[in-house]
């Protein structure tokens, strides 16, 4: 894997604030052994504890990919960006790396990797491919909000499983930008879901979404998938996407 961004896609939200990166995670042979040689000793030893090759490559891929987006945007060597997890889990900047107040995350899923960088705001990303999921009834009434369950039974059968989706990619985004993860409850907030509605927060506790201090945004980051970006403080919506 080349240092640099030589290839996927990148989106704009807003220049030098917010950006969106995709890349695809399936590779093999020399790019392969290029992209192991980026990482640190944990990351090595993580991606040799999974279960098959196909893990195995694609995390290689992401911790690889996200080390050099990471260098390309602080002028580092992949090798040289210092990284550390937050209490559950959320990667950040680490050591001299973390004065450059950069924030970042990150979501893959099938093959596809997307990559969120915010400077000096917290940022959470989450893509699912749209796929049957004879589970989501029952998931909407177990961890999704009354507010929520109403606007899921509202819908259309046509459009429950878009509605599912997006209300989870939506949720996941939210805790993974908090940093507290799945430990949120995710009945303590409340997100849109109608298709063909805008994405929004519309309560986070016990204040009113357009002053919780978070802006959530849905994007497409490719055919069949759905995605969901939130920011910190950011309130302007994503001017364009570019593919």
């Known amino acids: ?108 899923c099938d093959g596809l990797a997307v990559f969120a960088f915010a400077e000096g705001a917290e940022v959470g990303v989450d893509i699912e491919r749209l796929r049957p999921m004879p589970m989501a009834d029952h998931l909407v009434a177990s961890f999704f909000s009354r507010r929520e369950q109403a606007a899921y039974r509202a819908l259309p059968a046509r459009h429950k499983l878009l509605g599912f989706f997006n209300a989870w990619t939506r949720k996941e985004a939210f805790v993974k930008a908090t940093g507290d993860g799945l430990r949120h409850p995710l009945d303590a907030f409340d997100v849109s879901l109608a298709p063909g509605t805008p994405a929004r927060l519309q309560r986070v506790g016990r204040l009113g979404g357009e002053v919780c201090g978070w802006a959530l945004h849905s994007f497409q980051p490719g055919p069949g998938f759905v995605g969901a970006l939130v920011v910190g403080g950011q309130a302007t919506p994503p001017a364009a996407w570019v593919h």
């Open 1 to 108: 894997m080349a240092q640099g961004e030589t290839s996927g896609s990148r989106s704009m939200l807003r220049p030098a604030a917010v950006e969106l990166v995709t890349r695809q995670l399936d590779i093999d042979g020399a790019a392969l052994a290029a992209a192991v040689a980026t990482l640190n000793t944990a990351e090595r030893q993580k991606a040799a504890r999974l279960a098959t090759a196909g893990l195995r490559r694609r995390y290689v891929a992401t911790h690889a990919t996200l080390r050099c987006l990471l260098g390309s945007r602080l002028g580092l060597p992949p090798q040289a960006v210092e990284l550390a997890c937050g209490r559950y889990g959320k990667p950040a900047l680490a050591g001299a790396c973390a004065a450059a107040d950069l924030h970042f995350n990150l979501s893959h």
